[in-house]
């Protein structure tokens, strides 16, 4: 195995480089020539639909699986041809992943067991790691007394043991209830900073991913679509795919000349991406528009739906659009089906596809 | 009384399974008290404890040591053989046709006992069998000797023929119950194959090994249609024992010497099945 | 793979088929051998299975007996394990230690113990060797409790009965009409289990003096070797064809496992 040098002066301490990565089974493409770049320190997110290529290329990282074609540089290393226990990475698995002979502390310390650590060492680590995860007392238990997210914070405690290079999560908490997805995933986002280790954290669940990421790159068909900040994604999405998969919206028809599209009267900034001139469909975000009684409004409420701080209002315009309409409930107070009411577009850029 | 009507319709279901429990009872239960009960029953009929001092006539004891040497050697050689026979089949893919093949042949032979397996060995390894008939031929060799197939060399030789299939059924789950994500996780860590097999796979098989392995021997104490075909002569085990016993072969003035050794029996096999128990639990704990 | 890790392999695998492969090809070779010292085959052995008296009745009666058993086992087990399910589910640690308790008690103790009870059963049904169906039906109670038991697992016995019963059927409906079909594949294999165990049973038969194919075959060893092992041979045939079978049967229903 030779050491490498950064392959190109533009790797510059980047963290992890896929470089062209192509992945074949027979004559499916699960990964097609992805280049993705990862900063130290970085929590990037894989966002996508299942296989879109997200594990696969989190498992070629780790080693678990190999590149038809392509490099995978981490620090600057070409470690394609590294085997996957050679790699110091550290990987959290959906499920089932802890030992069940060992206890929970023995667990954490495997990695350091291995690597010819002093017991009394391994034990502090352990100790320690359990600490930061919010396990400390739960040391000698076993992982079947578990619960799921007790598991799993035990499995980042075991990864996290060893001080890997690179922290990768693969789906995580997608086994988990909804309650405790949420509640973990803002746990490892603030491990991961207090510890700052480079992550790459694969989810299918959009609202996960945006809420934990420095930066979240959406995949589909083995490509990578866009990968951006969280509210650039959103506010910004690069292509129909990407407006579509992350967050809702509502289609309505738009006319668009010169960057201006006018949807349902209202004059709105069309974003990069958009088509130039003519017709089109105009991706509205629900919190854009807005709804509010009126008896000369031009549109009826179809039904309404209480999600406690905020309600959606589905809408049906006399010229037929349907759309949702997301507003504080305060404001939905009183809303019927059946009444009449006014539909106003806000002037956040949105993006018009053709349709 | 109410009370009592609605107890009564409360046991009503219960009524269904009085078919099934008076069968059991009649033809499992009962039999089973009655070697229990009448290995303390004397001649006379009355209550005596010489039934059981009889099973540490040397003759008896010889018997029993016997029986557990061939029960305990059959079950380790088959225990590791079919270990790495299982193992052999559970790494080709769980969809070979490798595995298929050899688990549906395992079935078949791990049933293949008794009186068929006696003449399949007969006919291979017999006076005039098969592989004794080429080796005088051509090596010269005369691996018939004295007729060691019809002692309790051969029956070790034999018992292994269904030992090391029914290790093979036995054991495949346990191999299937090693999850991928084990294997990853401590790859992941820093393992090596020797490093995963030493400090995961090997614990986590071990009770189930050791399981098999007690099932095996179980099995094999208590077998006697092979036994009782291949040897026509003497009492080498305690299965044969107890034939003799019950045509009345030997006459050693205890008449219900055979219930003391069937009993005799029962106390081995459960003692063996209980541990069986025991460490299949700590199995299903760790691999489900 | 590498190709050392390969080869050895295929030694390994292609030894364990040697070592089951050869005692069966030697039967065949056995059975078939002519007569004294002549060269050449003869399927004289095996013509005997259908020639021979004893041998033939011998047979018979082992068919018949598989054939009683595997239907006095489902007549028993299964209505009564549904009912379990069903009606009484305390009952099932019971059923259950019952069904498998013949796996820890060997048969030889059973038949050591049965004398009385069979010189009852002989008393009223007569001494013919089906008489041993009622032994059997114990004997094959652990495997075929298993197999009805992971049949009966994979289907929900309870919401298919709510949702019979609230169609209006009665109990022997919902038995019969709901369960079974659906857990034929398990009752199926219950039976193939059977007739393979009661096939190649040979303690009860010859304690208890009935004649059976095994019990024929052995004595048989002793005056005509050729054609016990061609009788032997037949037999596991025979089993293997059932038992093959059954595995077959599993691949197209994947229950789990």
Avoid at chain 1, 13 to 25: D, K, M
Avoid at chain 1, 319 to 324: I, R, V, W
Avoid at chain 2, 10 to 20: C, E, Q, R, S
Avoid at chain 3, 191 to 217: C, K, M, N, Q, R
């Amino acid at each position: 195995m030779t050491v490498a040098a950064a392959s190109s002066s533009t790797d510059r301490g980047l963290a992890v480089h896929f470089q062209s990565i192509s992945r074949l089974y027979g004559a499916t493409r699960a990964l097609d020539e992805l280049e993705l770049a990862i900063e130290p320190g970085e929590l990037v997110a894989l966002l996508g639909p299942s296989g879109c290529g997200k594990t696969t290329a989190l498992r070629i990282l780790a080693g678990l699986d190999t590149a038809t074609s392509g490099t995978v540089l981490v620090g600057g290393r070409d470690i394609t041809r590294v085997p996957a226990n050679k790699r110091d990475m550290g990987m959290v698995f959906q499920a089932y992943s802890l030992f069940p002979h060992l206890t929970v502390a023995d667990n954490v310390a495997f990695g350091l067991r291995l690597r010819g650590s002093s017991s009394t060492a391994r034990r502090a680590r352990a100790r320690e790691m359990l600490e930061l995860v919010g396990l400390g007392q739960q040391g000698s238990r076993y992982a079947n007394e578990l619960s799921g997210g007790q598991q799993q914070r035990v499995a980042l405690a075991r990864a996290l043991a060893v001080e890997p290079t690179v922290l990768l999560l693969d789906e995580p908490l997608s086994a988990l209830d909804a309650k405790v997805r949420v509640q973990l995933r803002d746990e490892i986002r603030r491990i991961q900073l207090e510890v700052g280790t480079t992550t790459l954290f694969v989810t299918h669940d959009q609202e996960e991913a945006l809420a934990v990421a420095d930066r979240v790159g959406v995949m589909n068909a083995g490509r990578l679509e866009q990968i951006a900040p969280p509210a650039e994604l959103y506010e910004r999405p690069a292509s129909p795919f990407v407006a579509e998969f992350v967050g809702l919206h509502n289609k309505v028809s738009a006319v668009v000349s010169s960057g201006v599209a006018t949807v349902l009267g209202a004059s709105v900034p069309a974003i990069q991406g958009s088509i130039t001139s003519g017709s089109g469909v105009a991706m509205v975000r629900p919190e854009s528009v807005s709804v509010a009684p009126s008896e000369t409004g031009a549109a009826s409420v179809v039904s309404v739906g209480f999600l406690g701080p905020i309600s959606r209002v589905h809408v049906v315009t006399d010229a037929g659009d349907t759309l949702m309409a997301q507003l504080p409930s305060s404001l939905a107070v009183g809303l019927a089906p059946q009444d009449r009411v006014e539909v106003t577009i806000a002037p956040t850029p949105v993006l018009v596809v053709a349709g | 009384m109410i009370g009592g009507r609605r107890r009564f319709a409360a046991a009503a279901p219960a009524l269904g399974l009085v078919p099934f429990l008076a069968f059991i009872g009649v033809f499992l239960v009962v039999p089973t008290l009655t070697v229990v009960a009448t290995s303390f029953q004397g001649e006379d009929g009355g209550f005596t404890l010489a039934n059981i001092r009889a099973l540490g006539s040397e003759a008896a004891l010889t018997a029993l040591w016997h029986s557990l040497i061939l029960a305990g050697s059959t079950a380790l050689i088959g225990a590791v053989l079919g270990a790495i026979l299982a193992w052999l089949v559970v790494s080709a893919g769980p969809t070979s046709v490798l595995r298929r093949l050899t688990l549906a042949v395992s079935g078949v032979l791990a049933q293949f006992g008794g009186v068929t397996l006696a003449f399949a060995f007969i006919a291979t390894l017999g006076f005039s069998g098969v592989l004794t008939e080429a080796l005088r031929s051509w090596p010269g060799v005369d691996i018939f000797g004295s007729g060691w197939l019809f002692g309790l060399p051969g029956l070790i030789v034999v018992y292994c023929y269904f030992q090391i299939p029914l290790m093979v059924l036995v054991f495949v789950p346990a191999l299937d119950g090693l999850r991928v994500q084990w294997r990853e996780a401590a790859v992941n860590l820093g393992a090596s194959t020797w490093q995963y097999w030493r400090h995961v796979a090997l614990p986590l098989l071990t009770p189930a090994f050791l399981g098999s392995m007690l099932l095996l021997f179980a099995n094999a104490f208590a077998a006697y249609a092979t036994a009782a075909v291949l040897v026509s002569q003497g009492n080498p085990i305690t299965p044969l024992f107890i034939r003799a016993a019950l045509t009345s072969e030997i006459l050693l003035g205890q008449a219900n010497l055979g219930f003391a050794l069937a009993l005799e029996m029962i106390v081995v096999v459960a003692v063996v099945m209980g541990l069986y128990a025991l460490l299949l639990r700590r199995t299903s704990r760790w691999m489900t | 793979m590498s190709g050392a890790a390969r080869l050895g392999r295929g030694a390994a695998l292609a030894l364990f088929a040697l070592y089951f492969a050869l005692p069966l090809l030697s039967m065949l070779d056995f059975s078939t051998r002519a007569k004294g010292d002549a060269v050449g085959r003869t399927g004289q052995a095996w013509a005997n299975l259908f020639q021979d008296e004893d041998l033939r009745a011998a047979i018979i009666t082992s068919l018949l007996l598989a054939l009683f058993t595997a239907v006095a086992m489902v007549v028993l087990l299964v209505p009564t394990m549904i009912w379990v399910r069903l009606r009484v589910p305390k009952a099932s640690r019971l059923i259950e230690f019952l069904c498998l308790l013949p796996l820890t008690i060997p048969a030889l103790v059973i038949v050591v113990g049965i004398a009385n009870v069979y010189s009852w059963v002989t008393y009223l049904l007569g001494d013919s060797g089906l008489t041993l169906t009622f032994a059997y039906v114990v004997l094959v109670l652990p495997y075929a409790y298993r197999s009805i038991d992971t049949a009966l697992s994979a289907v929900d016995v309870g919401t298919l009965a709510e949702a019979a019963r609230s169609l209006g059927a009665g109990w022997v409906r919902v038995i019969v009409s709901v369960i079974l079909p659906n857990i034929a594949q398990g009752v199926l294999g219950a039976a193939f289990v059977s007739v393979a165990l009661v096939l190649g049973e040979y303690v009860f038969a010859s304690l208890l003096h009935f004649d059976t194919l095994p019990v024929e075959i052995a004595l048989l060893g002793k005056s005509d070797a050729k054609t016990a092992v061609a009788a032997s041979l037949a037999s596991l045939i025979f089993a293997s064809v059932l038992l093959i079978g059954l595995s077959f049967l599993h691949r197209h229903r994947r229950s789990p496992s």
